[in-house]
Each structure stands twice: as structure tokens, then as C-alpha cells.
DNA sequence: TTTCATACCTAAGAATCAAATGTATTATAA
DNA sequence: TTATAATACATTTGATTCTTAGGTATGAAA
């Protein structure tokens, strides 16, 4: 498992994304959709996630419910206006540097 | 400025990746170059820069000569084999990781 | 009945970088 | 002419952020 190191900076604002596009998400589900979504490319550690959605929740960015779904407690996450914003502005920030990285690397452009 | 963050795990690959361009740089030059590819989007402090070049120097990815120039010592430094190989192996790790973040942050997809 | 998948969590330590600071030279501006 | 900015190297301290490893518990599959 590579990529490892990539992922610093990047987790909480993977967090936020995901939850903001499909409204409610459980950790372990976050877990499981990254996987999915970049084919094992990128992996993200219950360590590193737990401490995120907490931190998060506490600063009012995300709201949580627990819920029993076939006898197993899921936390689910729902994102505030407050995380909202944090979106926001975090996606041109991850834009313009994606889009240097480009320029150092000469890729073809990510976004328009 | 921004982005400080997400240059985290980048900046060995950066320097290696821009060293094995351009033949030889001297650390100074990088943090200029870097700001000028990017247009200020990315910056790489002298601080985590010096550091990393003495590492691949250790580790035998670069050698450096010392050049007087203008009366300035610039230290230069250029790729051996051994860097040649792991800038091959980890850019097609930086792929897979972008690829996988455009696939997260549904974006127009980097290299081909 | 044991192992795997699901689902939560924490603690300790490593790795990596930012900020600050330091030295020295040259060029520019006041 | 003298102060400041730019060039060019470097180190140290500390913060942040993750990995590794561990722990608990349930349900399903072998």
C-alpha cells in the first residue's frame, strides 16, 4: 500500500467532501468509499479518520446521530453550514494547488 | 499564503522531479522556481528545503558541487542513477494519488 | 467455532514541514 | 553612504498530521 504519504493535509478536506455530497456518511463507510473510488490508490487509516471526525464535530462542522443498522451502532455524520463553507473556500485552495503541482510536474490540466 | 498544508509528502518529489529536469539547480533556485511555476500557489520554505537536499545527497539521489558565482557559492546539485529510479517509480505513484483524488473530488481527470 | 467483515475507538511514536534565526555577499534605494 | 532588499547557504525548535498497533463488540460465513 503506497501513497501513504500523500494523503497529509489532504484527509480532512476528503472528510468534509465526501459527507457534503452525500449528506450523511459513517466513518467506517468513508473508509470503504475511498477505497473504492480510487481502486486501493488511496487508503484512509481509522487512526487518522476518528480523531478528524471528532475534531470536527467539535468545531461545529459536522453533526453527528447514532444509529442501530442490523444490530450495529453506525455514526452517522451530517455536514452544518459552518462545514459548508469550510468546502467551499478548502476546494479552490485544493484547486489552485493541484493545479500547481501540474505546472511542476507538466500534466495535463485538472480543472477549467 | 496558503496550501502550506497540502505540500506535505510532495516536496521530496518536487526536488528530485525538478533537479531531473532541469540537470542541475542549486536550493535556492528550486524555491524560486516552485514559486514562479505556480504562481505563488505552492511555496517551499528554506527550512524543509535544506534538509531534504542534504537527505538525497546522503542517500546518494543527488551530488552537489559548490559554485562561485557572482561572487555568491551556490551550491549545485544534479540527479545520479539512483535518483533517476525513484523519480520514474514515484511519479507513477503521484498519478495513481491524483487519479484518485479526481475520482474523490470528482474533477476532469490529469494525465492520460 | 473460528475467522472475517463491520463498526466504533485511543495511545504512542514517527515523519514532515513552518517559523524563526543566523551568517555572508551583492545590488538597490534613500 | 548607508540602510534595506535580494541572493544564498544553513540549523533548531516545535506543531501538525498521520501510521502503527492495539482494544471492544456484533453479525455473517466457513
Redesign the interface.
Known amino acids: 500500500m503506497?501513497?501513504k504519504?500523500?494523503?497529509?493535509?489532504?484527509l480532512e478536506d476528503?472528510v468534509l467532501?465526501?459527507i457534503n455530497e452525500q449528506d450523511e456518511m459513517y466513518g467506517y463507510e468513508i473508509t470503504k468509499k475511498?477505497q473504492n473510488?480510487?481502486?486501493g490508490?488511496?487508503a484512509v487509516s481509522e487512526g487518522a479518520l476518528y480523531p478528524i471526525l471528532h475534531k470536527l464535530e467539535n468545531e461545529k462542522k459536522l453533526t453527528a446521530t447514532f444509529k442501530k443498522v442490523d444490530g450495529r451502532t453506525r455514526k452517522y455524520y451530517t455536514i452544518t453550514p459552518e462545514g459548508g463553507k469550510t468546502v467551499a473556500s478548502s476546494?479552490t485552495?485544493?484547486?489552485?494547488?493541484?493545479?500547481?503541482?501540474?505546472?511542476?510536474?507538466n500534466?495535463?490540466?485538472?480543472?477549467?
Chains 1, 2 share one sequence.
Do not use: C, R, W
Open positions: 503506497k501513497n504519504k500523500y494523503i497529509k493535509g489532504f476528503i467532501h465526501l475511498v473510488l480510487t481502486k490508490a488511496i476546494s485552495e485544493l484547486i489552485d494547488f493541484f493545479s500547481g503541482m501540474q505546472q511542476i510536474f500534466l495535463k490540466p485538472v480543472v477549467k
